[in-house]
């Protein structure tokens, strides 16, 4: 059974960059799309973006121009950007396994993180 | 982006109802849908997905059905543990988007 954790900081400042790493153990990183994804205080959920093992990249427009991801697979861990941070993206922060049922088909998520509450306030 | 709407917003029930929740996608999604729960402070979990797929580990009391644009998740019997917040989630296009959720609650 894969297991994700999401680390990084807890607060950050407006206009400051949010910086977070999501590491997966008891398998590996390779073959998988792996997103982020967050939901604010009470709210519902907003996909963020997936990154392939590879590196391949696919972003919300909504979030686009501010998002970048990224992953190391010599540690198994990928990681999440977002710059220009503004109240509004207080949220906790969760990182997932995309998985499908044979190739090609659709991706759906399977394992998710346990989630990280971010925080942005000066 | 597809927009997906589920309803109600919340329901409540009593130990050993069955209830259904229903989603709706703004075009058409074939059976590329999913289902999760959410309980407070946890991260969601995939109860179903391909609209009726139940997900291993998941107990048979649930059940999807539906394809195109409309859909629903079916909770038989329902136990203490099935009181949580609901979501489906659209995945053939981008950007994956979810609905705003269902609150079951325990009558």
């Known amino acids: 059974q894969v297991h994700l954790q999401e680390s990084g900081p807890g607060l950050v400042k407006p206009s400051e960059t949010l910086s977070l790493t999501c590491t997966v153990s008891?398998?590996?990183?390779?073959?998988?799309?792996w997103s982020w994804i967050r939901q604010p205080p009470g709210k519902g959920l907003e996909w963020i973006g997936y990154?392939?093992?590879?590196?391949?990249?696919n972003y919300n427009p909504s979030l686009k121009s501010r998002v970048a991801m990224s992953v190391d697979t010599s540690k198994n861990q990928f990681s999440l950007k977002v710059r220009s941070v503004t109240a509004a993206d207080t949220a906790v922060y969760y990182c997932?396994?995309?998985?499908?049922?044979?190739?090609?088909?659709?991706?759906?998520?399977?394992?998710w993180g346990q989630g990280t509450l971010v925080t942005v306030s000066s | 982006d597809i927009q997906m709407t589920q309803s109600p917003s919340t329901l409540s029930a009593f130990v050993g109802d069955s209830v259904t929740i229903t989603c709706r996608a703004s075009?058409?999604?074939?059976?590329?849908l999913a289902w999760y729960q959410q309980k407070p402070g946890k991260a969601p979990k995939l109860l179903i997905y391909?609209?009726?797929s139940l997900e291993s580990g998941v107990p048979s009391r649930f059940s999807g059905s539906g394809s195109g644009t409309e859909f629903t998740l079916t909770i038989s019997s329902l136990q203490p543990d099935d009181f949580a917040t609901y979501y489906c989630?659209?995945?053939?296009?981008?950007?994956?988007?979810f609905g705003q959720g269902t609150k079951l609650e325990i009558k």
């Open positions: 008891s398998g590996s990183i390779s073959s998988y799309y």
């Open positions: 990154i392939y093992y590879s590196g391949s990249t």
């Open positions: 391909k609209a009726s």
């Open positions: 989630q659209q995945y053939p296009s981008y950007p994956y988007t």
């Open positions: 997932a396994r995309e998985q499908k049922e044979y190739s090609n088909s659709p991706r759906y998520f399977d394992s």
């Open positions: 075009q058409s999604i074939g059976s590329w």
